[in-house]
């Protein structure tokens, strides 16, 4: 058995009870948001994951134009603690650590709030509390792992949606799942968090539609890697301007010598 630890987050099953963001809030002494009202375009009234919301169960409401048809799509969402972790790559105090369960903490006494975290990570996790002045993310309940528990999120989904393990192990259940769901006619089944997602997301997901769907990106890049890309658009960019520049001058300079030219000849 590895040390790694994370979360098999099997969506076919969730109902969107949202027993899981209340556990969360609970166990960590999240306080409520300023405001609570409703969305008025959703049942989902927490709109997303903030400094007072580390986990976030997304509603995915379709219908069809007469709304005769309907789909629902829950999504519980938190921090993937990615094996490739952007947060991390950019902190400039160091203040975001893996731990000994290869999961992803913010120590909040070295945090400065800077907030370049929340710009590195790809997937939208961090906020800065505005009265703690630090950055703020689900912790996978790291209290609760020193204590041999586990996160009060997984322990109080009614239907398993959420199951805590070894990430080795949970990811061969998670396999053995969508084979299951693929035979029942569920073609768009898919997990998502797998090693081409940032190297593996430890906290990773079957998902019944494609990642999209769930507002998740098909592709995140770690912040070096879009930098890199940056860096090459804006070389070429130069080099382009610069073989413009030249080729304006030398057709000026054509112009100017066919011109003299035809003086001297006049
Ligand atoms: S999901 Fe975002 S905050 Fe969480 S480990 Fe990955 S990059 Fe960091
Ligand atoms: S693992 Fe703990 S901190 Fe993370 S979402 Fe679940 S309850 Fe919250
Ligand atoms: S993950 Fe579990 S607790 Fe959370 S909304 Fe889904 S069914 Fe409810």
Not at 53 to 61: G, P
Request: with cysteine; glycine share 8%; net charge negative.
């Amino acid at each position: 058995m590895s040390d790694k630890k994370g979360m098999f987050i099997d969506t076919s099953v969730c109902t969107g009870c949202k027993g899981c963001q209340v556990a969360c809030k609970e166990w960590n002494k999240l306080p409520m948001a300023d405001e609570i009202g409703l969305t008025g375009n959703s049942y989902d009234n927490t709109g997303s994951l903030s400094a007072v919301n580390w986990r976030h169960v997304k509603f995915i409401e379709q219908f069809s134009d007469d709304r005769s048809q309907e789909r629902w799509l829950f999504m519980t969402d938190s921090c993937k603690h990615c094996q490739q972790a952007g947060c991390m790559e950019v902190c400039p105090t160091n203040a975001i650590i893996r731990t000994e369960f290869d999961t992803v903490y913010i120590d909040h006494d070295i945090c400065i709030g800077c907030r370049y975290c929340v710009s590195g990570c790809p997937f939208g996790v961090i906020s800065v509390d505005d009265i703690k002045g630090t950055a703020q993310k689900c912790t996978l309940c790291y209290d609760r792992l020193q204590d041999g528990q586990q996160p009060a999120c997984a322990q109080t989904c009614p239907t398993d949606c959420i199951q805590f393990g070894d990430v080795d192990d949970l990811m061969k259940q998670a396999d053995t799942k969508l084979e299951l769901l693929k035979l029942n006619g569920n073609s768009e089944a898919n997990i998502y968090g797998k090693s081409d997602v940032l190297g593996g997301l430890n906290v990773f997901y079957l998902l019944m539609d494609q990642p999209s769907v769930y507002a998740l990106p098909e592709n995140p890049q770690l912040p070096s890697k879009k930098q890199a890309k940056s860096y090459f658009m804006s070389v070429f960019g130069l080099i382009g301007i610069g073989l413009v520049g030249l080729l304006t001058f030398r057709a000026n300079r054509m112009k100017q010598m066919a011109e003299d030219q035809h003086q001297i000849q006049g």
